[in-house]
Structures are given as structure tokens and as C-alpha cells.
């Protein structure tokens, strides 16, 4: 590997311009294409997995700090920090160092172990101008050098001289308040069907409330390797000096639910104050306890921004169209009617079921009709803007001019930015696309309401179309915030939206719609395929077993993946999807037995042997059956789910579901689990109740008296339509088993 450590060192201090740059702490650098992106408090992170063959590259950088002045205590003391410690790697690699326009990199490797199989690590240490500055790469292949190298050839460091002196704490600052180490508050994981996120990383958010009575409360949200983690716990608090004493009269841990642990009443000290942590002014609450592990050895604190300023609940202002709408004199029209097709210059869209329109002479703006009270959400039509620069150039400028006409101020995120940005893409319609997320402010007050500020930006010849979403940021209960756009059925409505836009001069290919009926191999099949991935305990070799799903749509599109559609087939907008998720959807063909499955990583064989379709992974053929359809089944009993939480604890409650044979239910709890949403407030299954059935396109579809309409996947698993009240039923995505009563 002494070859790859003289390479990234070299490739690392080669300063040359550069095109398409980001910004985080002092680097300038240019991204890597198609690798994830993962911003946490004071690190950035770059990951490229190839699953097929096990291998994989994660590219840190963490934000600057205090140079000791010598550059090789620098680089011992992030080796320690970054790899010895978590990884009981070597602790005195061979380096090598360079220098240039006055920096000292100087750069080591070790050989580790993580999650049990064999890695590498490479950490470069960049110091100079009183900072110093870490680059660790971990990887198990070499072929991925080349990039590292587009990370690290073109980085620029910043060689303003950091201030050695520490910032003061600002004892005019409250304690009181709420302050979360996370973007506002503990948040949900939603991925692209509404569903929470469970992944094999770990994610971790903390959140403080502390009130002018001197109670307090804390709430923690983990989740990790499949399972999520909610702990709480409240008391009283007191201060003396730079000393903070919370006294924990309660706390809640679960899996799922929650269960109060008396024992765990106690008293803990902390020191703390309130200023600038190591990277930022803030202020943060930037709280140390004894024997809690720090990743920084010259900042041994947690820090945590204020959200909300001394109440117990927030309350939102509401947001004025009349003072923000793109022209302030312009008269609303007459609505559109939800469902027709809207106009605004060039572009024409599909207006939302259940939205309205309102017409303004340099823009139109949809919002949904069923909004609930306290919440905003606005989709705009912007005017198109004419600009000479790269489609990310593009993308900065038009943030920058939404930000003027919205009247708002930008939030900073750890990159440095004031947004998150998506890579450029070219979509299904053939015309190029890049989009953005970030947090702003709207109003006046020392803490303005905070919402956030999406934009779609659409290349058409030399102009660019631009779409914003604005949206509130809520809470839920006293512990998860949300945006309006999070609930699975505005999803759906905005990028059902933004991938239905066309353009009066814009030739684009024909676009088929999807159906799972049709001749050949048109349908859904199951069957058992293997995975390469990280070892892990059951598969040491990193080679697993899994159930996956394969579904072969009418107009050539097809999905290959671990899990069915939340909500099943019906209405689904297969070509948004997979602008969505790329890896799991492709293409494919079909004739005389034989054809090939076109995935964005691999071109996959396929065959039919005995009414069984085989397909060829990883050099190994597996077996896929196709499912019966599920179209006009009835069910006709009271089936329950489990009482036990996914950690095996007893609830004490069995949620049910009843259904009878013409067509009618009663929900008792079943539907909130079915539906996999673990944040109250964005599960349209939180509250019971009752309506009419209808079983289509693999999808439940449960329309309730109270006008609710909530779609669970039904793949038919062991189901025979003929048998109205089977022993069990398997519903959703996850396949819950349900058992009649």
C-alpha cells in the first residue's frame, strides 16, 4: 500500500485549477461523481461501495483545528484520534511528507480491521498557518485510487491564520432553550416511499430542553444496523460556576416502545458554557463530562445549536404570501382545478390531484388543498433565467435570488454551504437536471421560524427553468421535527410534479406508462439471490443470502431489489422512482427463452427453465417464481400483529385489522405498524378507523370515512385467492405476518 500513500500525497498538494468545486472548513475541492455524500457534525464524508464485489472507498475530511506547530505531532495526534483509537491500528505507521506554497502534509497507512474483515486506512495531515487539517481515506481495493485522486489533486486550503486565542464564553447567553446537535431537532430517516430509514450506519441525534422553571428534558434517537433506539429522560437542573447538575427523576428506553427504568434515576455533572465550539461562533452549548469519549482530542466537548429560544414549544409564525409572493401587487386568479394541466411560459406541468394553482404574472404557485393547520408547503414556478454558466453556477445563483424574492435568511450547514446538493443528472425526458435542500429563516425575532427551501433546476438549450418548494418545519410531539414534503403523499405529489414537466421546443423520447400486465415475463417474480457486501456475523465472508424482489414492467422498465414498493404497484410512478433509486431500476429484454436484465452496475442473464425464470448473479444462477396476481381479493376475519415490539418487549396491546368479504374494514391499531413510519406525525396510520377495501396492482387500498386513503403492499405471499379467511396474512413491504383470530 506504499505506493497508494505516495500517490494520494503527491495527487494532494498538486494545487491545480479547477471546474466544479465544494466547499467544507478550509478545502476547496472538487466531489467525486456518484459517491454518497454524508455531512456530519465537523466531518464530511465520501463512500463508494461496488456490493457485487465487495469492495469499498470512504473519503473523510474533518474541520480544521489548533496546529501544534510541528507537523509531525499534528499527523500522531490525528492518527490517534482517527484510527488507533477506534480501530487499534499500528500506532507509529512509516509517513512520508511533502511540502508546498507552505504546507507540510505528511501522510501514513496502516492495515485495520473493520466489522472484521481486512482494511486500509490513509490519513493525511495538512498543517501549517497555525491549523491543521485531516484527510482519511479507508479502503479494501486498490482501483480506487483514481478517486481519491479526484478528491485530493485539485484541494485548495485556506491560508488565513487561524486564532490561537479561544473565544470567550458569552454569559449573556440563556441556557434556557432547546439546542440539538442535529439540523434543528431530532429528525426522521425517510427514504423515497416514506419509509424509515433503518441502514448498517449509525446515526445518532441529541437533543436538550431546558426551561426557565429549571426542569429539563433530554431525547435521544440511534439507529443502527436495523434497529432504532429512542431514550428520554427529564429532572431538574441547576448551575453553579461553569458546573451543570441534572437530576434524572425519569427515564424512558425502547425499541419501538418505550418503558420507564426507575433505577436509572440519577445525578449527572457536566462543565460546560456557552460560545464558539471548535469550528463556529455558534453560540453552542458545548457541554464535557468525565469519562465520555471525545473524537477530538483538543476539543473534548459535545455541542449543541439552539433551535428554540427558552419556551417549551415552538410556535411557528405563519407564512404571508401576500409579503412573499414572487410580484406583491399581483392579484391571485381564479384556482385551477386540481388534475388538469397547469402553464407558466414554456413549461407545462400535471397539476396534483387535490392541489390548487394560483396565477401571478411572473410565477404560479400549487399548494395542497388538505394542508393541515400550522403546516405550509408551496410549490413556485419560477421565471425562467437565462445564464451562460455551469448547470451548479446555475444552481448557486438561482438559490441566491429565491432567497431575495422569499425575503429569507440561509441556514449554514456543516459543508460550509447554505444547501445540499444532488449531482447533475439527465433524466428519463432527456433533459439535465440538478437539485438542492437547505434550511432558511423566515421572519424577524433573535430565532426567525425556520423552513425549508428546495430547487429544481431544469437545462433546456441555454436557459434554465427553476421550481422551488418551500415548506415549514414542524414539530412533533417534543422530540422529531419534519417538513410538510416528509408525509408520503406530498412526496409523491412533488415528484410526481417535478418529472411531469415538458417543454414546448424540448423533443423528448417517448415515455411509455408502466403496467404489471402484459405477455412474457410481465409480472412480479420472487426468488433468493446473494449479495456481496461487509462481512458480519452470519456472513463472515461478506457473502449473504436474500429474499429480493423482481418486476418486470410492461414498457421495459424493471426493479431488482430487497424490498417491494411501500405502497404496492397501484399509481405508481415507475420513471420518478427510478430517477430516485438508479441502482435497483434498469431496463430489460425478453425473447425465445433468454434475455438480459440492464441494472446501472451490471448486465444480468436471464432464462426460463421449467416456468421458473433464472437469472445469473455473482456467477450463480437463482431460481425466481412469478407471484399470482392479487387483483379482487376479499378477507373476510380479525387478524392481529404481534404485541411485542421488534426488541421481543410486551407492549401489552395487539393491534388488529377486520375485514369483511364485501368489502369493508376496521383498523385497531395494525394499519399505524403496516405502515412503517415511525415519526407520529408524518404516519397516516397513527389514528384507528374504518372504511372500504379494495385489493389492485399488489396494493391494499384502504379508503377511511374520515377521507384518509393509505396504500400497504400486498405481494400475496402463500395467499390462494379462493380462501377468504386464510391462518395469516402477509402485508407490507416487510412482509408482517398477520394471524387470524
Same mark, same amino acid.
Not at 480544521?64 to 499500528?90: I, L, Y
Not at 400486465?517 to 409480472?523: A, L, M, Q, R
Not at 426468488?527 to 414492467?553: H, N, R, T
Not at 369483511?660 to 397516516?684: E, M, P, R, S, W
Given at each position: ?85 477506534? #480501530? ?377 427553468e427553476q421550481v422551488a418548494i418551500i415548506k415549514s418545519r414542524n414539530n412533533c410531539s417534543t422530540y422529531s421535527r419534519y417538513y410538510p414534503s416528509d408525509k408520503l403523499k406530498y412526496y409523491n405529489d412533488i415528484e410526481n410534479f417535478l418529472f411531469s414537466v415538458q417543454f414546448t421546443e424540448w423533443k423528448e423520447p417517448i415515455v ?55 405502497e404496492g404497484l397501484d399509481e405508481l410512478n415507475t420513471w420518478a422512482k427510478a430517477e430516485f433509486n438508479r441502482r435497483d431500476w434498469g431496463t430489460y429484454s425478453f425473447s425465445n427463452g433468454r434475455g438480459v436484465l440492464k441494472l446501472s452496475y451490471a448486465e444480468v442473464p436471464l432464462r426460463m427453465e421449467n416456468n421458473k425464470l ?7 444462477? #437463482? ?52 405502515? #412503517? ?65
Open positions: 500500500m506504499k505506493k497508494i500513500i505516495m500517490f494520494v500525497l503527491l495527487a494532494a498538494i498538486m494545487h491545480q485549477a479547477i471546474a466544479q468545486t465544494a466547499t467544507f472548513d478550509i478545502a476547496t475541492y472538487t466531489p467525486p461523481k456518484e459517491w454518497t455524500k454524508v455531512i456530519g457534525n465537523g466531518v464530511i464524508s465520501y463512500t463508494s461501495m461496488n456490493k457485487d464485489k465487495g469492495i469499498f472507498c470512504v473519503l473523510s475530511m474533518y474541520a480544521s483545528s489548533a496546529s501544534s506547530g510541528d507537523a509531525n505531532t499534528d499527523f500522531k495526534t490525528e492518527w490517534t484520534d482517527r484510527v488507533v483509537t477506534p #480501530h487499534q491500528a499500528e500506532a507509529n505507521p512509516k509517513t512520508e511528507t511533502q511540502s508546498q506554497e507552505g504546507w507540510i502534509a505528511v501522510s501514513g497507512g496502516a492495515q485495520i480491521k473493520l466489522e472484521g474483515a481486512d482494511a486500509y486506512s490513509i490519513l493525511t495531515v495538512f498543517s501549517g498557518f497555525g491549523k491543521k487539517f485531516s484527510v482519511l481515506t479507508t479502503l479494501n481495493d486498490q482501483s480506487y485510487v483514481n478517486g481519491i485522486d479526484a478528491i485530493l489533486k485539485d484541494i485548495k486550503l485556506d491560508k488565513t491564520v487561524k486564532n490561537s486565542e479561544p473565544v470567550s464564553t458569552d454569559k449573556s447567553l440563556s441556557i434556557i432553550g432547546t439546542w440539538s446537535d442535529y439540523s434543528g431537532s431530532l429528525g426522521n430517516y425517510v427514504n423515497s416511499s416514506g419509509v424509515f430509514i433503518h441502514s448498517a450506519d449509525t446515526h445518532e441525534m441529541h437533543q436538550y430542553i431546558f426551561n426557565g422553571d429549571k426542569t429539563f428534558a433530554y431525547k435521544e434517537l440511534i439507529s443502527s444496523n436495523n434497529i432504532s433506539l429512542y431514550t428520554e429522560s427529564s429532572g431538574t437542573y441547576s448551575i453553579a460556576g461553569d458546573n451543570l447538575t441534572l437530576t434524572i427523576k425519569m427515564y424512558k428506553s425502547g425499541f419501538g416502545t418505550i418503558k420507564e427504568d426507575k433505577t436509572k434515576e440519577t445525578t449527572e455533572q457536566y462543565k460546560f458554557y456557552i460560545g464558539a465550539n471548535k469550528w463556529e461562533a455558534g453560540p453552542f452549548l458545548n457541554m464535557h463530562k468525565d469519562g465520555n469519549y471525545y473524537p477530538w482530542s483538543d476539543f473534548p466537548y459535545d455541542y449543541y445549536k439552539k433551535i428554540i429560544n427558552g419556551s417549551k414549544s415552538e410556535t411557528k409564525d405563519s407564512f404571508d404570501k401576500n409579503k412573499t409572493a414572487i410580484n406583491e401587487t399581483a392579484g391571485l386568479q381564479a384556482n385551477q382545478s386540481s388534475g388538469a394541466i397547469g402553464k407558466f411560459g414554456s413549461l407545462t406541468y400535471n397539476i396534483p390531484k387535490g392541489w390548487k394553482v394560483a396565477k401571478y404574472p411572473d410565477g404560479d404557485i400549487i399548494t395542497p388543498l388538505d394542508i393541515p393547520k400550522g403546516e405550509f408547503l408551496e410549490i413556485w414556478v419560477q421565471p425562467a433565467m437565462n445564464f451562460s454558466g455551469t448547470i451548479e453556477q446555475a444552481l448557486q445563483k438561482s438559490y441566491d435570488e429565491t432567497i431575495v424574492n422569499l425575503k429569507a435568511t440561509k441556514m449554514n450547514e456543516v459543508n460550509g454551504g447554505s444547501y445540499t446538493a444532488v449531482t447533475a443528472k439527465t433524466s428519463f425526458r432527456g433533459w439535465e437536471y440538478i437539485r438542492c435542500s437547505g434550511g432558511i429563516h423566515l421572519g424577524g425575532g433573535e430565532y426567525p421560524p425556520e423552513y425549508g427551501l428546495d430547487l429544481f433546476l431544469i437545462k433546456i438549450n441555454s436557459r434554465f411509455q406508462a408502466a403496467t404489471v400486465k402484459g405477455d412474457g415475463i410481465v409480472g412480479v417474480w420472487q426468488g433468493i439471490s446473494m449479495s456481496v457486501g461487509m462481512a458480519k456475523p452470519g456472513a463472515e465472508l461478506g457473502a449473504e443470502l436474500k429474499v429480493k424482489q423482481l418486476i418486470f414492467f410492461s414498457n421495459g422498465q424493471a426493479y431488482f431489489g430487497k424490498d417491494f414498493p411501500a433464472v437469472i445469473t448473479t455473482n456467477k450463480t444462477d #437463482h431460481g425466481f417464481i412469478e407471484t399470482n396476481t392479487v387483483d379482487g381479493a376479499k378477507f373476510n376475519g380479525t387478524y392481529a400483529l404481534s404485541s411485542k415490539n421488534f426488541a421481543g418487549e410486551e407492549t401489552g396491546k395487539t393491534p388488529l385489522i377486520s375485514f369483511t368479504a364485501d368489502g369493508k374494514f376496521t383498523d385497531n391499531g395494525a394499519v399505524k405498524i403496516l405502515y #412503517h413510519q415511525y415519526v407520529d406525525c408524518l404516519n397516516a396510520g397513527q389514528e384507528p378507523g374504518a372504511g372500504t377495501y379494495e385489493v389492485k396492482n399488489y396494493s391494499v387500498i384502504l379508503n377511511y370515512t374520515d377521507g384518509r386513503k393509505i396504500k400497504i403492499a400486498f405481494i400475496g405471499t402463500d395467499y390462494d385467492k379462493s380462501n377468504l379467511s386464510p391462518a395469516a396474512l402477509t402485508l407490507s413491504f416487510n412482509e408482517d405476518v398477520l394471524k387470524k383470530k
